[in-house]
Nanobody
Framework: QVQLMESGGGLVQLGGLLRSPCVAF????????MGWYRQAPGKQRGLVATITRGGSPNYADTVKDRFTISRDNADNTVYLQMNSLRPEDTAVYYC????????????????WGQGTQVTVSS
């Protein structure tokens, strides 16, 4: 059973920054692509960023040039660095893994973390 645990959320002001790690347990981490999603109240859960097994990142247009996804296979951890935060970034952020040997971090397959709250005030 895969378990993902996010942390690092919190309350920041406009323009602030946060760094959220997601640690994976009971997994051969290098066999999984990883991603981050977010969901604001009344909104659909949306993709923020992904990183492949080989370390190639992709970003949603709304966070491109502000957020950075990275991974450390030695620590079984994927990170989301969030800079220049805006109130519209306020959401619960969820860590997501692909199934093994896959680079598909879509909604259906793989495992989810329980989320960490990010709140940005103006």
């Amino acid at each position: 059973q895969v378990q993902l645990m996010e942390s690092g959320g919190g309350l920041v002001q406009l323009g602030g920054l946060l760094r959220s790690p997601c640690v994976a347990f009971r997994i051969v981490f290098s066999r999984h692509s990883m991603g981050w999603y977010r969901q604001a109240p009344g909104k659909q859960r949306g993709l923020v960023a992904t990183i492949t097994r080989g370390g190639s990142p992709n970003y949603a247009d709304t966070v491109k040039d502000r957020f950075t996804i990275s991974r450390d296979n030695a620590d079984n951890t994927v990170y989301l660095q969030m800079n220049s935060l805006r109130p519209e970034d306020t959401a619960v952020y969820y860590c997501k893994s692909s199934s093994a040997f896959s680079d598909d971090v879509g909604l259906l397959l793989g495992s989810w973390g329980q989320g960490t709250q990010v709140t940005v005030s103006s």
